[in-house]
């Protein structure tokens, strides 16, 4: 609108960052900009913040909130350890937060992230891309449309390979899980999952 003055949302990058994602995310960004990275990895944090144009850099969210609270809006957490704690930190502070899928390692933790986000009157955003494909869009434009009639069955396939460790596969499922729910518009009544164990070899 004519006589408006753009508002820039000021970011926090918080966590390990593929430098291609970085320049991807920050390329695409709309009235927001990266200010500043905090990663324990003091080269990685450098090429970071080479690659999205942030000036400031530390080793930690803890660090970060100590010594350049005033100069940033918002925090984006990927690929972190314990990403409900740096939510939390985040939000004390008054920072909204988005955080990479999944939130925490049990609904109780994820509901304290949850309130003490509420109490902060911060927002509080958990980054499911799966629901912007331009084919589940589509699905989800027709389901909401009743031409279909009511989903009975989703059937999602996925494959992890034997080294996968924990929090990987955790945030795969739980990207599949939000997008079930986000497709039926319900919530699950039952949750079951197979573990193939390590194949048995003759000798």
Known sequence: MLGTKEVMIRLALIGNHRSEYNEHAASRLHEACFVAIADCDSERATASAKIVGASIIADSIEELLAKHSNEFDAVVIRNTQSPHLVAGSAADAGKHVLIESSLASSTELADAVIEKCRAANVRLMV?????????????????????????????????????????????????????????????????????????????
């Open 127 to 203: 980054g499911h891309s799966k629901r912007f494909l331009p084919a589940v869009a589509t699905i989800k434009s027709v389901l909401d449309s009743g031409v279909l009639g009511a989903p009975g069955l989703l059937r999602i396939h996925h494959w992890e390979s034997s080294d996968s460790n924990n929090r990987l596969a955790r945030h795969r499922v739980s990207s599949e899980m939000d997008l079930a729910i986000w497709l039926f518009s319900e919530l699950p009544s039952q949750i079951y999952a197979l573990v193939r164990g390590p194949v048995a070899t003759a000798v």
